[in-house]
């Protein structure tokens, strides 16, 4: 028997707009439920804020302004703000009334392949992620430098290079990793990629708090170090242990020549290579065991990644997480990214690799065959074995559908639990955010921000992260599109 979506295309459409307000600190109430009051600190969210302009719509949301929404929870309520992130290209194209640039996903300028043929400029569009590090907020977009932002204002300080980590215009990824203090101290760890023929990763770990005693500051930089690996590399995230950055290089090949000539915008040049193979890089943290070594490539399975859930070690064996595709999803020069037809693109699916570091064998196996994406562990658990994650998960059992609903998931028993926001909802990225003391792995809360289709709004809810009940939702004055990645700040 089938079973059909129950969702209205309309409804899910209906958040790809752009975002007409900048609000500043209003003052929200549950209009259900309870707000915890141990829950203390900011949720921020980026994601496409803008996606049209002078009639032209972009040809793919991942192409529209970074727009940064926050959420402070504080002993006298929750505050809403939001601020789009004056970029270079944003600030230029407001001015202009029209798109400027070429998007990397497939956006072009005015005047059709003449006007874009041989303009490889890049737009910074922040768009990706935002995480505070010191004293301030970062704007991630993984192909150049972070944009910094004042972490309560959201004024844009403007492009940064970290005290001089980075080059002009060096790559930054928008998946940085928190490791809760492996080898020591908490830190942020995270990458950058130089393409070509060979790609070049970048590994570095940073401070994310002071330490007197030896005189570190937040936001600096620990350590470092590079390595090549043969073949065009593409890498959206990767995966910490106590002894490993764990990439996952997807068997994929990219010709640039449509480009170049106008035709199409960069990532739409990215397509599945037939008789590749995909490798892990397992690149050895500075902190850990096997520092200075070189790093292990190993066979991996078929199948594309952008996602990972958590990796960690377990004796000989290091077990990775993610979302697999059966193929590299892409939006041709000629599609409408509104009218696309789910059921002709592969859904997502967790699965489990289980690598042998003695022997190199892996071992792989599907948690479920529920489209999910965005999962995401206790941050206290990253980089470690741990029992639950939490992801957004399509309504329908099978199939590919919009996401809808989040699920916790039991990764020992395979016990599962579900809040759904269907037929008229649409969730994004799920946070789980620990209860300050708790003991175990699922007390605390799941915050997520839900396309209310009926309100043509957007909803907070707050989530029971053990049992999926829900605590409050915050019905906020403000249509956010769906969103891409965030993070909490505790208080
Ligand atoms: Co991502």
Same mark, same amino acid.
């Given at each position: 028997?089938?079973? &059909?979506?129950?969702?209205d295309? @309309?409804?899910?459409?209906s958040?790809?707009?752009?975002?007409?307000?900048?609000?500043?600190?209003?003052a929200?109430?549950?209009?259900?439920?309870?707000?915890?009051?141990?829950?203390?600190?900011?949720?921020?969210?980026?994601?496409?804020?803008?996606?049209?302009?002078g009639?032209?719509?972009?040809?793919?949301?991942?192409?529209?302004?970074?727009m %940064?929404?926050?959420l402070?929870?504080g002993?006298?309520?929750?505050?809403?703000?939001?601020?789009?992130?004056?970029?270079?290209?944003w600030? +230029?194209?407001? $001015? +202009?009334?029209?798109?400027l640039?070429?998007?990397v996903?497939?956006?072009?300028?005015?005047?059709?392949?003449?006007?874009?043929?041989?303009d490889?400029?890049?737009?910074?569009?922040?768009?990706?992620?935002?995480?505070?590090?010191?004293?301030? =907020?970062l704007?991630?977009?993984?192909?150049?430098?972070?944009?910094?932002?004042?972490?309560?204002?959201?004024e844009?300080?403007?492009?940064?290079? &970290?005290?001089?980590?980075l080059?002009k215009?060096?790559?930054?990824?928008?998946?940085?990793?928190?490791?809760?203090?492996?080898?020591?101290?908490?830190?942020?760890?995270?990458?950058? *990629?130089?393409?070509?023929?060979?790609?070049? #990763?970048?590994?570095?770990?940073?401070?994310?708090?002071?330490?007197?005693?030896?005189? *570190?500051?937040?936001?600096?930089?620990?350590?470092?170090?590079?390595?090549?690996?043969s073949?065009?590399?593409?890498?959206?995230?990767?995966?910490?242990?106590?002894?490993?950055?764990?990439?996952?290089?997807?068997? #994929?090949?990219?010709?640039p020549?449509?480009?170049?000539?106008g035709?199409?915008?960069?990532? $739409?040049?990215?397509?599945? $290579?037939?008789?590749?193979?995909?490798k892990?890089?397992? %690149?050895?943290?500075?902190?850990?065991?096997?520092?200075g070594?070189?790093p292990?490539?190993?066979?991996?399975?078929?199948g594309?990644?952008?996602?990972?859930?958590?990796?960690?070690?377990?004796?000989?064996q =290091?077990?990775?997480?993610?979302?697999?595709?059966?193929?590299?999803?892409?939006?041709?020069?000629?599609?409408?990214?509104?009218?696309?037809?789910?059921?002709? #693109?592969?859904?997502?699916?967790?699965?489990?690799?289980? #690598?042998d &570091?003695a022997?190199?064998?892996? $071992?792989?196996?599907?948690?479920?065959e529920?489209?999910?994406?965005?999962?995401?562990v206790?941050?206290?658990?990253?980089?470690?074995?741990?029992?639950?994650? !939490?992801?957004?998960?399509?309504?329908?059992?099978?199939?590919?559908?919009?996401?809808?609903?989040?699920?916790?998931?039991?990764?020992?028993?395979?016990?599962?639990?579900? !809040?759904?926001?269907?037929?008229?909802?649409?969730?994004?990225?799920? &946070?789980?955010?620990?209860?300050?003391?708790?003991?175990?792995?699922?007390?605390?809360?799941?915050?997520?921000?839900?396309?209310?289709?009926?309100?043509? @709004?957007?909803?907070l809810?707050?989530?029971d992260a053990?049992?999926?009940?829900?605590?409050?939702?915050?019905?906020?004055?403000?249509?956010?599109?769906?969103?891409?990645?965030?993070?909490?700040?505790? +208080?």
């Amino acid at each position: 028997m089938t079973v &059909l979506p129950v969702y209205d295309r @309309a409804d899910w459409a209906s958040a790809f707009r752009n975002v007409e307000v900048e609000l500043n600190g209003v003052a929200l109430t549950a209009a259900r439920g309870t707000i915890p009051p141990e829950l203390q600190g900011t949720l921020y969210r980026n994601g496409p804020g803008r996606m049209e302009r002078g009639g032209q719509w972009v040809h793919h949301p991942f192409d529209g302004d970074g727009m %940064i929404t926050a959420l402070r929870f504080g002993p006298e309520g929750v505050q809403l703000s939001n601020r789009f992130v004056r970029t270079e290209g944003w600030q +230029a194209e407001e $001015q +202009a009334g029209k798109f400027l640039y070429r998007g990397v996903f497939g956006t072009q300028k005015p005047g059709g392949v003449a006007a874009n043929a041989f303009d490889l400029r890049l737009k910074n569009i922040a768009n990706t992620h935002v995480v505070r590090l010191g004293d301030q =907020l970062l704007a991630l977009w993984e192909a150049a430098e972070p944009y910094a932002l004042d972490p309560d204002t959201l004024e844009t300080r403007g492009l940064t290079l &970290l005290d001089g980590v980075l080059k002009k215009g060096e790559a930054f990824s928008a998946h940085p990793r928190f490791d809760p203090g492996h080898n020591g101290a908490p830190r942020m760890v995270t990458f950058g *990629v130089k393409t070509g023929p060979r790609s070049t #990763i970048r590994l570095m770990e940073f401070a994310v708090a002071d330490d007197p005693a030896s005189g *570190v500051k937040a936001g600096q930089l620990l350590s470092e170090r590079r390595d090549s690996f043969s073949g065009f590399a593409f890498l959206h995230d990767f995966a910490i242990t106590p002894n490993w950055a764990v990439f996952l290089q997807n068997a #994929i090949a990219f010709n640039p020549l449509p480009y170049v000539l106008g035709q199409k915008g960069a990532a $739409q040049c990215l397509a599945s $290579q037939p008789g590749g193979q995909a490798k892990f890089w397992l %690149i050895p943290r500075d902190s850990g065991a096997f520092a200075g070594q070189k790093p292990r490539l190993i066979d991996a399975p078929d199948g594309f990644v952008f996602h990972h859930l958590n990796a960690w070690e377990e004796g000989d064996q =290091l077990v990775v997480d993610s979302i697999y595709y059966a193929d590299f999803p892409s939006i041709g020069p000629e599609q409408d990214f509104r009218t696309i037809d789910f059921e002709l #693109i592969d859904e997502g699916l967790l699965e489990q690799c289980r #690598i042998d &570091l003695a022997s190199g064998v892996v $071992q792989t196996q599907r948690y479920s065959e529920r489209c999910c994406e965005f999962a995401t562990v206790n941050p206290n658990r990253e980089g470690l074995s741990c029992q639950f994650a !939490w992801m957004a998960v399509a309504e329908r059992e099978q199939g590919n559908d919009p996401l809808q609903a989040i699920k916790k998931l039991d990764l020992q028993s395979g016990e599962r639990r579900i !809040w759904s926001a269907a037929p008229r909802g649409f969730v994004s990225e799920p &946070l789980m955010v620990p209860r300050p003391g708790a003991t175990g792995e699922d007390d605390g809360w799941v915050l997520c921000l839900v396309w209310n289709g009926a309100r043509c @709004a957007s909803d907070l809810v707050i989530l029971d992260a053990a049992s999926l009940a829900e605590v409050a939702v915050l019905e906020l004055p403000l249509a956010v599109p769906h969103g891409l990645h965030g993070s909490w700040a505790p +208080a």
